[in-house]
């Protein structure tokens, strides 16, 4: 239960300058619309468009869009003095693409999180340093009932994607940077997000077909809505915790305004959806006829069944993810249905590589 609520108004960017690095992807665009609502001074967008498109990136006078690696010294130099919050959403997306590449992995995430808070520490107007940590990095992996993770949950050695392993380091050079430099850094962990502006085949190759197919959502989405089978991996006996993208950035925006820096923020829903039962629930709001394809498990994943703790994001930032999971569907679908241009746009890109995406923009 939220204690104190009358303690955590919503946050206001009103003439504020704001940095999102990663502000073109599928979170940071969602954070950067969410910004605009409050009339800031600047949003500084940083996006390389390595896994995102820039048709996410708002026009307008308040929206200063660099499309470049904010690992450039010359980007980095050209940063606003006056920051008052920073958002680091940058990644390189996702687990497969990790694996398949793990020096990219490396310097996408590792190196863009040490060089980004090496300038920032210098920026001494900023009230808070919010950075997108990764729940599963730090959830217990288990095929039986699973128990809520809570931040303080302990960290495995044993790590199944380099993906998993640079977002705990991001933390550590984060909370290194807090404690050495005082920069007031906090962790919002993630669960697994979905929603409006997740565009399949966004950006360029990243050394797998999950480069097009990039997670269960909206890959299930785009799938149902073309009346094909969904492919139930591990018979969809997996679980996760799904957050919609709308809560998920209102929980960005109350760390930025009421988190305690060097601290875990889960942005979690609290409740575990079994991968079988959001393919269930996907046919039934897409009309989807066709039965879900049983698909052997993934050789390396043993993530199993999670989800998180909010109690303490509810309790200290006034945070509740609010939107039913039928909810947040029939909106992404929705999205979808109105933005197949753009998706077939981007998929299509990779479709010398991935011979199915042929089927869908020829």
């Keep these: 239960m939220i204690q104190n609520t009358e303690k955590f108004p919503k946050p ?40 995102a498109d820039v048709s996410n990136v708002p026009n307008g006078p308040r929206v200063r869009f660099v499309a470049s690696t904010v ?35 490396h310097d ?36 039986d009932e699973p128990a809520a993770t ?44 979905y929603g409006p502006r997740e565009i399949l085949g966004a950006g360029r190759w990243r050394g797998t077909p999950h480069t097009v197919w990039r997670n269960v959502t909206p890959t299930f989405i785009f799938k149902a809505l073309h009346k094909e089978a969904l492919p139930l991996i591990n018979g969809g006996e997996d679980g996760r915790d799904f957050i919609y993208v709308g809560d998920l950035v209102e929980g960005l925006t109350r ?40 698909a052997p498990p993934r050789d390396w994943d043993n993530s199993g069944r999670r989800y998180g703790d909010p109690t303490k994001s509810m309790n200290n930032l006034g945070f509740l993810a609010r939107t039913q999971i039928e909810e947040g569907l029939r909106q992404t679908i929705d999205w979808t249905r109105s933005h197949l241009e753009v998706i077939r746009r981007c998929m299509a890109h990779h479709a010398d590589r991935v011979p199915e995406v042929k089927n869908y923009v020829a």
Aim: include cysteine.
């Design 150 to 193: 809570s931040e303080d949950a302990p960290v495995d050695l044993f790590h199944d994607s380099p993906y998993s392993i640079s977002k705990l380091v991001g933390e550590m050079y984060g909370n290194y940077y807090f404690r050495r430099h005082k920069m007031p850094f906090a962790k919002a962990r993630f669960q697994n997000v």
């Design 255 to 294: 760390i930025a305004a009421y988190g305690e820096p060097g601290e875990a923020y889960n942005l979690a829903s609290g409740r575990e959806t079994r991968i079988r039962d959001l393919a269930a629930l996907i046919n039934k709001l897409t009309g989807n006829p066709t039965p879900p394809d049983i």
């Design 12 to 51: 206001d960017f009103g003439n504020k300058r704001v940095l999102v690095v990663g502000g073109a992807g599928f979170v940071g665009s969602n954070l950067v619309h969410r910004v605009l609502e409050d009339n800031p001074r600047e949003i500084v967008v940083v996006d390389n468009l390595l896994s």
């Design 108 to 143: 996408n995430n590792n190196i863009t999180s040490l060089k980004l808070f090496e300038r920032l520490k210098d920026i001494r107007s900023l009230r808070k340093v919010v950075y997108a940590a990764a729940g599963c990095a730090v959830a217990k992996k288990t095929k």
């Design 71 to 105: 690992t450039d010294d010359l980007v980095l130099g050209d940063l606003p003095t006056d920051l008052d919050y920073a958002f680091h959403l940058a990644c390189y997306h996702g687990n497969q693409s990790s694996i398949a590449d793990p020096i990219a992995d």
